[in-house]
């Protein structure tokens, strides 16, 4: 069965540390979403993907990079890690409206 | 500026009652408008649908509504039953937006029995 997978799926780091998310889906879809849920809030949308080599900023970009080299991955880069970037971070695909999140990584910045 | 508003954080309702969950928006580009549903330590589901050019869609217990006048729809849950209890997030999105959607802050249902 196609799914979408997130790791790792929970992070401990530093601030000021480089870290990667890793969101892998075999749904074969040509868009991908990066999102991050803090307590009491929906969904915000980091960065998205509709296809190789395209990238495009969301509403909570700062501090973040993600790049597309394949249609499989969407990997989220934190370029230096801040404690405000604590948070659960859900990956989607996409081939049309409705979205196939993945299972979140919860990463905790201290 | 919210455009996709939940503003009930949290609702509670017994077993076999009607569940009703409400989201408001304010961006008229909106054509496209989705429940996911979202139990803890998991990542969102999709849960049902509805394009703008309808003002009702059903699928089995689940129910959604659209005024758009009002710029208004609702989840309707019957009956309600304890496996229901999740946090339910509405979202919408315009048709240029490929799948692009803007979420509200969600709505914790608890079903008690």
């Known amino acids: 069965d196609a799914e979408i997978t997130q790791s790792p799926r929970h992070k401990i780091t530093e601030t000021g540390r480089q870290v990667t998310l890793a969101c892998h889906q075999t749904?074969?879809?040509?868009?991908m979403f990066w999102y991050r849920q803090d307590l009491g809030h929906g969904l915000r949308l980091i960065h998205y993907s509709y296809g190789v080599q395209d990238t495009n900023k969301g509403e909570v970009s700062d501090g973040y990079s993600v790049s597309r080299s394949n249609t499989e991955d969407l990997p989220l880069t934190l370029e230096s890690a801040a404690s405000s970037q604590t948070s659960v971070y859900f990956c989607?695909?996409?081939?049309?409206?409705?979205?196939?999140f993945g299972p979140g990584t919860r990463l905790l910045v201290l | 500026d919210q455009q996709v508003k939940q503003n009930s954080p949290s609702l509670s309702v017994q077993e076999g009652r009607i569940s009703i969950l409400n989201c408001d928006y304010t961006n008229s580009m909106f054509d496209y408008f989705l429940w996911y549903k979202k139990y803890p330590a998991e990542g969102p589901t999709f849960l049902i649908s509805i394009s703008s050019i309808k003002d009702k869609n059903e699928d089995g217990r689940f129910t959604v509504f659209l005024n758009k006048s009002a710029k208004h729809l609702s989840l309707h849950i019957v009956p309600s039953q304890p496996g229901d209890s999740a946090v339910y997030f509405c979202?919408?999105?315009?048709?240029?937006?490929?799948?692009?959607?803007?979420f509200g802050d969600g709505t914790t249902l608890t079903v008690k029995p």
């Open positions: 989607a695909s996409s081939d049309g409206e409705t979205q196939y």
């Open positions: 749904w074969n879809h040509n868009n």
């Open positions: 979202a919408a999105s315009a048709n240029t937006n490929a799948g692009k959607s803007t």
